[in-house]
């Protein structure tokens, strides 16, 4: 049953089309992905299902009482609330009950109101139990734990939230507050891999429907089941994860390639005989040949989303040993370091990823190996023959006054048409090369550092957050040029795609000392998943009867929630059913007035109104659980 649908919806601003005629359905527990190319109406596309802004052209229904809930990029929460606080606004309903219970209670040792009081009291008292009266403080503090907020953090004021704090704390608010329609702009850009983890987890528990722009290819493939795709213009439409909607989308694509190509060919081969025959003695068929050509419903040539064309080679390799480390302690005061390294060894060809929370000191280790930053005890010694491409997140290795040309041309002296040639690569063309590196994009500013990355002709790489701010086609050329990289690579990154694909050993920075993996990424978890076993069965499980009698409750509601669930779902199916059934008696009824067979039209009528009760009954039972 559809929550949400769309149809004919078109988005322009000005002269400039966005999208057209787009069509959607989102039904009760969708997990859908919407992905394409930057610039492609995405936000706008959510901002319109969210209502807050007008489509040009068609309309959108949405169920009754449906409640929508909007995570934006940027996040706005100017509130004079602290962290907590604002979560606790989630449970506006359920802390008035909490009052009401304790006015009760009072009212109760008056002897005058004790009955009434007290059977007012039991009654509020099942529905605060079952509504999760006595666990929403805990599923705060659960929400806020996994999205990577400190216990200091709680009690901070909002207004003192940096922008992605912000954000991680609205998202918080709309996981608690549960809405029947999570719409999520780009929910992963704040969040460390632990963070990420846990919302996956979360998300892929969540009973109602979610649609998530995203860049992570990762968590499309573990939330998502189904993929809209924006591009061009159009949306089209993807049974699957992330991984399977590349598989038929590739598909897709070669199919229409072959057929345009079939078409052209065809149309080229039937101009060549009306050219040859329109005036010769075939010139009738030539003429019928040319008249069916012009009714040809010409089939559209593929667009394919642009990617940078990016290439990365060294002409000089270096010595065996790229980085080595002893003793070394990082950060930027002595009495407060971030970390302590372990004896590190890189070697050429390795391809090491640093992960680890935000603030542990991952771009500060690499600003270390940098020489940027001196550790405050050991030492950090680099190899011979190297030549060290940095790729920073910030992008502050671009000075924002010059021009992309600028920029290119302090590199690396290349003949002007040459230069823009080059950078074409990189998707700047014509005039956008004279651009200010200050007035663009984010994803624009990426493309300049791997421009400049590309003519620096490194050995070893230093990348931090690489994948930020690119779309996907561009995040896969990039994954695909490092793994064909025959240098050695230091990697801080969220992007567990990448890590995946890429590394040779991960370095885990945790509680203020770095950990060596050996092996992939997989090898990683796996390894952690046997410390975190080995470390739950050493600790005897100590409980209170209060903890005990609160998970008891919890489960409880769980069981009620699923047991609701699953009736939910088997009632939409009885009813879609029972609709079909109605309508196919109705076209039946319709044929038997029509041949004027009376008893069949009763009979008909019959089952009709006996198929309506049911359909009735069915439909106020949905009704009565989701009043619950």
Request: proline share 3%.
């Amino acid at each position: 049953m559809s929550i949400l649908t769309a149809s004919g919806l078109a988005k322009s601003y000005g002269a400039q089309d966005v999208f057209w005629d787009v069509s959607i359905q989102i039904a009760r527990g969708d997990k859908i992905g919407l992905v394409g190319p930057n610039g492609e109406g995405k936000t706008t596309l959510l901002r319109i299902l969210a209502g807050l802004e007008e489509p040009s052209a068609g309309a959108v229904q949405r169920a009754r009482g449906l409640q929508v809930g909007y995570l934006p990029q940027i996040a706005e929460l100017d509130s004079e609330r602290t962290v907590y606080a604002e979560m606790l606004t989630a449970f506006a309903d359920l802390r008035a009950q909490q009052a009401e219970l304790h006015r009760l209670e009072e009212a109760m040792a008056d002897p005058a109101q004790r009955k009434e009081a007290l059977r007012r009291y039991d009654e509020l008292l099942t529905r605060f139990e079952l509504a999760g009266g006595y666990t929403y403080e805990a599923r705060i503090r659960q929400v806020l734990a996994g999205l990577g907020f400190s216990a200091e953090e709680w009690n901070q004021p909002l207004g003192q939230l940096s922008g992605g704090q912000k954000t991680r704390a609205l998202l918080a608010r709309l996981l608690l507050q549960g809405p029947d329609l999570l719409l999520l702009d780009e929910p992963t850009n704040h969040l460390d891999l632990a963070a990420l983890e846990w919302l996956e987890d979360y998300l892929n528990q969540w009973p109602g429907s979610l649609v998530i722009v995203a860049h992570d290819r990762r968590f499309l493939d573990k939330v998502a089941s189904r993929i809209w795709d924006l591009g061009f213009g159009h949306l089209e439409e993807y049974t699957g994860n992330y991984s399977r909607y590349a598989e038929l989308r590739a598909e897709r694509m070669a199919r229409r390639q072959a057929e345009y190509e079939a078409q052209q060919a065809h149309i080229t081969k039937t101009e060549v005989f009306i050219q040859r025959y329109k005036a010769g003695q075939r010139s009738k068929e030539a003429r019928g040949r040319q008249k069916r050509l012009a009714r040809l419903e010409r089939i559209e040539r593929p667009h394919e989303a642009q990617a940078i064309h990016l290439h990365l080679e060294s002409d000089q390799r270096s010595g065996d040993l790229v980085l080595t480390t002893a003793g070394a302690i990082i950060g930027y005061e002595p009495q407060h370091p971030l970390f302590t390294c372990p004896e590190l060894i890189l070697r050429q060809g390795q391809r090491a990823a640093l992960i680890g929370p935000n603030g542990s000191g991952k771009t500060t280790f690499l600003k270390t190996v940098l020489g940027q930053v001196p550790p405050l005890a050991g030492e950090i010694r680099l190899g011979a023959s190297l030549k060290i491409g940095y790729l920073a997140q910030t992008h502050e290795t671009l000075n924002l006054e010059h021009t992309i040309l600028d920029e290119i041309l302090e590199v690396k002296n290349l003949p002007l048409e040459k230069a823009r040639t080059f950078l074409g690569r990189f998707l700047f063309h014509g005039d956008e090369v004279f651009k200010q590196v200050g007035d663009l994009s984010g994803g624009e500013r990426s493309r300049v550092a791997l421009a400049k990355l590309t003519l620096q002709e490194p050995n070893f790489l230093l990348l931090d957050e690489p994948t930020t701010h690119l779309d996907l086609p561009s995040q896969e050329v990039l994954q695909d040029v490092l793994l064909n990289f025959h240098g050695t690579i230091l990697l801080v990154s969220h992007d567990r795609y990448l890590i995946d694909a890429l590394a040779t050993q991960v370095w885990l920075l945790e509680d203020g000392r770095l950990r060596v993996y050996q092996g992939d990424y997989a090898a990683y978890l796996a390894q952690r998943e046997r410390e975190t076993q080995e470390a739950t069965e050493s600790i005897p499980e100590k409980r209170t009867p209060v903890q005990k009698q609160a998970e008891e409750r919890e489960k409880a509601r769980q069981r009620q929630a699923q047991q609701r669930a699953r009736r939910i779902a088997q009632l939409e199916e009885e009813i879609a059913a029972l609709e079909a059934r109605l309508a196919e008696l109705g076209r039946e009824i319709t044929l038997a007035s029509n041949a004027q067979v009376l008893d069949r039209v009763r009979a008909l009528g019959v089952e009709y109104e006996r198929v309506e009760a049911e359909l009735n009954r069915r439909m106020a039972e949905w009704a009565e659980i989701h009043a619950t």
